[in-house]
Protein backbone atom coordinates (compact mmCIF):
# COMPACT_ATOMS: atom_id res chain seq x y z
CA UNK A 1 0.00 0.00 0.00
CA UNK A 2 1.28 3.36 -1.13
CA UNK A 3 1.93 5.88 1.59
CA UNK A 4 3.02 9.27 1.34
CA UNK A 5 4.01 11.65 4.53
CA UNK A 6 5.05 15.25 3.57
CA UNK A 7 7.49 17.10 5.90
CA UNK A 8 10.02 20.12 6.11
CA UNK A 9 7.42 22.76 6.51
CA UNK A 10 7.55 25.45 9.11
CA UNK A 11 7.75 29.58 9.58
CA UNK A 12 10.08 31.46 7.48
CA UNK A 13 10.55 35.14 6.43
CA UNK A 14 10.11 36.40 3.25
CA UNK A 15 13.01 35.84 1.14
CA UNK A 16 14.02 32.92 3.07
CA UNK A 17 14.38 29.56 2.16
CA UNK A 18 12.75 26.01 2.67
CA UNK A 19 12.70 22.65 1.41
CA UNK A 20 9.86 20.11 1.56
CA UNK A 21 10.41 16.40 1.52
CA UNK A 22 7.38 13.57 0.08
CA UNK A 23 8.57 10.33 1.64
CA UNK A 24 6.69 7.46 -1.04
CA UNK A 25 6.87 3.94 1.03
CA UNK A 26 5.34 0.74 0.02
CA UNK A 27 6.48 1.60 -3.73
CA UNK A 28 9.53 2.00 -5.90
CA UNK A 29 9.52 5.76 -6.81
CA UNK A 30 10.80 5.57 -10.16
CA UNK A 31 7.40 3.87 -10.95
CA UNK A 32 5.54 7.10 -9.68
CA UNK A 33 4.89 10.63 -11.18
CA UNK A 34 4.23 12.99 -8.36
CA UNK A 35 3.10 16.36 -7.71
CA UNK A 36 3.21 18.95 -5.11
CA UNK A 37 -0.22 20.77 -4.88
CA UNK A 38 -1.19 23.82 -2.38
CA UNK A 39 -3.42 25.43 -0.43
CA UNK A 40 -4.35 28.11 1.31
CA UNK A 41 -6.89 29.54 3.61
CA UNK A 42 -9.92 30.84 1.46
CA UNK A 43 -8.46 29.62 -1.83
CA UNK A 44 -8.52 26.72 -4.32
CA UNK A 45 -5.83 23.98 -4.47
CA UNK A 46 -3.51 24.98 -6.77
CA UNK A 47 -0.61 22.82 -8.68
CA UNK A 48 3.04 23.90 -8.11
CA UNK A 49 5.37 21.53 -9.50
CA UNK A 50 5.87 17.94 -11.12
CA UNK A 51 7.70 15.55 -12.07
CA UNK A 52 7.16 11.91 -14.24
CA UNK A 53 7.53 8.85 -13.66
CA UNK A 54 11.21 7.49 -15.91
CA UNK A 55 11.75 10.58 -17.67
CA UNK A 56 11.87 13.00 -14.91
CA UNK A 57 10.23 15.76 -16.70
CA UNK A 58 9.49 19.01 -14.75
CA UNK A 59 6.66 21.54 -14.48
CA UNK A 60 6.29 24.73 -12.92
CA UNK A 61 3.79 26.78 -12.17
CA UNK A 62 4.18 30.33 -13.42
CA UNK A 63 4.22 31.90 -9.82
CA UNK A 64 7.04 29.80 -8.26
CA UNK A 65 9.22 29.02 -11.81
CA UNK A 66 12.60 30.69 -11.39
CA UNK A 67 12.25 30.29 -7.20
CA UNK A 68 11.13 26.62 -6.54
CA UNK A 69 12.82 23.44 -7.97
CA UNK A 70 11.73 19.37 -7.88
CA UNK A 71 13.85 17.25 -7.40
CA UNK A 72 13.86 13.11 -6.56
CA UNK A 73 16.06 10.96 -4.53
CA UNK A 74 15.10 6.99 -5.86
CA UNK A 75 17.16 5.55 -2.82
CA UNK A 76 15.66 7.80 0.08
CA UNK A 77 12.56 7.32 -1.81
CA UNK A 78 11.63 10.54 -1.73
CA UNK A 79 10.87 14.00 -3.71
CA UNK A 80 11.97 17.06 -2.96
CA UNK A 81 10.89 21.02 -3.38
CA UNK A 82 12.97 23.53 -2.86
CA UNK A 83 11.50 26.70 -2.15
CA UNK A 84 13.67 30.00 -2.76
CA UNK A 85 13.34 33.36 -2.23
CA UNK A 86 9.24 32.89 -0.43
CA UNK A 87 7.00 35.03 -0.56
CA UNK A 88 4.03 36.12 2.22
CA UNK A 89 1.46 34.45 -0.71
CA UNK A 90 3.49 31.34 -0.90
CA UNK A 91 2.02 30.33 2.71
CA UNK A 92 0.13 27.58 2.58
CA UNK A 93 0.06 23.26 3.07
CA UNK A 94 1.51 21.96 0.82
CA UNK A 95 0.06 18.62 -0.27
CA UNK A 96 2.41 15.69 -2.44
CA UNK A 97 0.11 13.45 -4.72
CA UNK A 98 1.79 10.29 -6.63
CA UNK A 99 0.19 8.02 -9.50
CA UNK A 100 1.71 5.18 -11.76
CA UNK A 101 0.74 7.43 -14.42
CA UNK A 102 2.83 9.28 -17.26
CA UNK A 103 2.31 12.82 -19.28
CA UNK A 104 4.77 14.42 -20.77
CA UNK A 105 2.82 17.09 -19.28
CA UNK A 106 2.59 16.09 -15.54
CA UNK A 107 0.25 18.72 -14.49
CA UNK A 108 -2.11 16.52 -16.44
CA UNK A 109 -2.30 13.93 -14.68
CA UNK A 110 -5.12 13.01 -11.80
CA UNK A 111 -3.07 11.80 -8.44
CA UNK A 112 -4.01 8.32 -6.95
CA UNK A 113 -2.34 8.89 -3.66
CA UNK A 114 -1.84 11.73 -1.46
CA UNK A 115 -0.17 12.61 1.48
CA UNK A 116 -1.64 15.08 4.54
CA UNK A 117 0.47 17.90 3.80
CA UNK A 118 3.18 20.10 5.24
CA UNK A 119 2.21 23.91 6.30
CA UNK A 120 4.52 26.17 5.07
CA UNK A 121 3.69 30.18 6.92
CA UNK A 122 5.81 32.82 5.38
CA UNK A 123 5.71 36.20 7.74
CA UNK A 124 8.25 38.92 9.81
Known amino acids: QVQIVESGGGWVQPGGSLTLSCEVS????????VSWFRQAPGKEREKVSC????????KYADFVKGRFKISRDLVKKRVFLQMNSLKFEDSAVYVC?????????????????WGNGSLVTVSV
Open 26 to 33: GARLDFYS
Open 51 to 58: ITRATDQT
Open 97 to 113: GATTLWNPDCFQIDMDH
